[in-house]
C-alpha cells in the first residue's frame, strides 16, 4: 500500500473499532465494505488483517469485561462456528480468483441485509432460546467469518433477543469473534497464504484500534445507542449498494 493507502486504510479500521467498541458489532463489516469499495487490499488479504485487528480490539474489551460472557450460550456457539469456518475460508478460496465479480457481490449482499437486519431493533424474548438455536446461529457466523472475517449479523441478531443483561450479550458476541478471529490467523498461517509484505502494512492499523476502541469507552459520542445504530445502518447498507451493483453489471455483461 502505499502511504496515502494506508492512511485510508487507518482511518477505515479506527472507524470501525469505535462503532464496534460502542455497539458490538460491524467492525469487520465496516472495514471489508470499506476495502471493497476503495480496493486498497484484496478481499482475502483484508479479511486476514481484519481478522488480527478484530482479535486486538475484543483482547482490549475483554481485559475487564471477560467475567460477563454468556459462557454456556458461548459453547454451544463457538461448537458450530469453528467447523463452518473453515467451509468459508475454502468457499473464500475458491471465489477469489476467476470469480472475483461474484464475490464482491456475495460481500455487497451480505453487508445489505446484515444493515437490513442490524437496523431492526430485536424484540425481547420472555424465555431463553434452545441450545440448538445457538448452535445454528453460530454455523452461520462460523461460514460468513470464513469467508470475510464478518461473523457479527446473524449471531447479533439472536443474541440481542435473548433475556440478558445488554453487557452479558456484548461481552459474549466480543468473545466469539475473538476466538473465530484466533481459528482463522491459524488457518491462513497453517495454507500459507499470508497478504505479502506491502499489504502487511495494514497491521500497522492495530495503534489506530487500540487508540479508538480505548476513545469510545472514555468519551463516547453525545448520542443515543438508537442513533449510533441508524447511523451504523447507513453507512453499511450504502457500502453494500455501492459494492454490490458494480458487481451485478459487470456479471451481466460478462454473460451477454
Avoid at 457479527?152 to 475473538?178: C, D, N, S, W
Amino acid at each position: 500500500m502505499s502511504v496515502a493507502e494506508l492512511i485510508g486504510f487507518l482511518l477505515l479500521a479506527g472507524a470501525a473499532a469505535y462503532a464496534q467498541t460502542l455497539t458490538g458489532f460491524a467492525f469487520g463489516l465496516i472495514t471489508m465494505g470499506g476495502v471493497g469499495l476503495t480496493g486498497l487490499l484484496s478481499l482475502p488479504d483484508a479479511a486476514m488483517i481484519v481478522s488480527v485487528l478484530t482479535m486486538v480490539n475484543a483482547t482490549q474489551m475483554l481485559l475487564k469485561g471477560w467475567r460477563d460472557v454468556a459462557w454456556r450460550e458461548f459453547i454451544f456457539v463457538m461448537a458450530a462456528s469453528i467447523p463452518m469456518l473453515f467451509v468459508g475460508y475454502w468457499l473464500l478460496g475458491w471465489l477469489a480468483g476467476a470469480r472475483a465479480d461474484l464475490l464482491r457481490l456475495i460481500l455487497g449482499l451480505v453487508i445489505i441485509v446484515s444493515s437490513l437486519q442490524l437496523a431492526r431493533k430485536p424484540e425481547p424474548l420472555a424465555r431463553r432460546s434452545g441450545d440448538g438455536s445457538f448452535l445454528f446461529f453460530g454455523a452461520i457466523a462460523g461460514l460468513m467469518g470464513g469467508m470475510f472475517s464478518t461473523a457479527g449479523p446473524p449471531l447479533v441478531y439472536h443474541l440481542y433477543r435473548q433475556p440478558m443483561p445488554l453487557v452479558k450479550i456484548r461481552e459474549t458476541l466480543v468473545t466469539v469473534f475473538a476466538l473465530n478471529a484466533v481459528f482463522r490467523i491459524g488457518l491462513v498461517v497453517f495454507s500459507g497464504d499470508l497478504p505479502s509484505g506491502s499489504n502487511l502494512t495494514g497491521l500497522l492499523a492495530i495503534p489506530a484500534v487500540m487508540g479508538a476502541t480505548y476513545a469510545a469507552r472514555r468519551w463516547p459520542p453525545p448520542v443515543s445507542p438508537a442513533t449510533m445504530r441508524r447511523i451504523v445502518f447507513a453507512l453499511l447498507f450504502l457500502s453494500g449498494v455501492s459494492l454490490g451493483a458494480p458487481a451485478v453489471i459487470h456479471l451481466l455483461e460478462a454473460s451477454s
